[in-house]
């Protein structure tokens, strides 16, 4: 396999299958505080503003205190909120309880990382200044199930089914099972932007040039069968 020398390059290759329309996202947990970034100076309602962040141009860190603001990115990401805060967590939960958009029984299911970061790292993909933990792709479906399709073949698919809310759950769950489609929440939407005809797809970084080379097969043989499944309508179709 051909490794691109950099992440730059890999996010032109999987950009140029994929017409992305937006920045591709990478986020590091790390267990130290990384030289030469800067730290995030100021407040987001939730851990998923970042995502919006980097995808914008930004390239920063952020300390656990930075995600006190979402109760639900604080739990995906296993960051205990400071004891003033704490009960914010029960306060949020009960209130989607209430509404119906979740079930207390559903909670234990939802995807955690493994271990508190020290500090996550946001950045543009082609500018990321450390090995991404994982990437995020917004895209259109048509993108998401090229993406979908050359992680099967690259043999990085978590085989797990789209997941819908939180959002957020995505990251820990693409680092324990492989690549993610995640179908967003509406949280995410208002926080992030991300468009009624947008998703999600997640992968560990060290999946990606595997991903992008199986994106060369994978555009060439969907050219190929579009082609063959137009030919067969245009014979086949009665109406």
């Known amino acids: 396999m051909t490794i691109p020398a950099n992440w730059d390059e890999l996010e032109k290759r999987i950009g140029a299958a994929v017409k992305l329309t937006r920045r591709a996202v990478a986020v590091t947990f790390l267990e130290e505080i990384p030289a030469n970034v800067e730290k995030f100076d100021g407040s987001e309602p939730s851990s998923c503003s970042f995502w919006r962040l980097a995808a914008a141009g930004g390239v920063f860190y952020t300390l656990p205190e930075n995600h006190f603001n979402c109760a639900v990115g604080a739990y995906t990401h296993n960051i205990a909120l400071s004891p003033e805060r704490e009960k914010e967590t029960g306060e949020t939960l009960k209130f989607m309880f209430d509404l119906g958009y979740v079930k207390p029984e559903e909670v234990p299911q939802i995807p955690r990382l493994a271990k508190t970061p020290v500090a996550i790292v946001y950045a543009p993909l082609d500018e990321t200044p450390v090995r991404p933990s994982v990437v995020l792709f917004a895209c259109k479906p048509i993108g998401a199930m090229l993406l979908s399709e050359a992680a099967h073949r690259a043999g990085v698919s978590s085989g ?80």
Do not use: H, K, W
């Open 160 to 239: 797990a089914p789209a997941l819908g809310r939180p959002t957020c759950m995505a990251l820990p769950a693409s680092l324990q099972m492989g690549a993610i489609l995640s179908l967003g929440c509406i949280g995410n939407r208002v926080y992030t932007g991300l468009g009624e005809d947008e998703m999600y797809f997640v992968l560990r970084g060290q999946d990606l040039a595997a991903v992008a080379e199986a994106l060369g097969t994978i555009t060439s043989a969907n050219t190929a069968l579009r082609q063959y499944a137009q030919g067969r309508r245009a014979e086949l179709a009665s109406i």
